[in-house]
């Protein structure tokens, strides 16, 4: 006896995939990249700065004439780099929030988030 071939794809998931699961896998890669490539960014800029800022650093720890003066530089410096971590780290924070409020489906019946100040 022989068997008839149905039809119906011989991929069990094609049809998953072309339907809504497709459509919600596509949705979240989209979102993923504009993520990743949003971090990407705002890396860029962070590391720009804080090049920027070394540099100039450098340039005042060769212009100490003391102890004290290199001293007092180096704590600038560094006073300087931990509020400069500390607030990217809010930003990130900022911008992963913001990512996953995107995400959310529209009308979930949650309350609109306020806007931002930056």
Known sequence: MKTHKSEQSANPFEAAFNGPMGGALEKSASIFGKGVHTLQQESIKFMTRRFE?????????????????????????????????????ARYSELMTDALHDAEPAGNGRAERPARTH
């Open 53 to 89: 800022d070394n540099m100039k650093a450098a340039e005042q720890f060769g212009a100490c004439r003391s102890l004290p003066d290199f001293f007092a530089a180096q704590q600038k410096w560094f006073a300087d780099m931990t509020r400069a971590y500390s607030e990217e780290w």
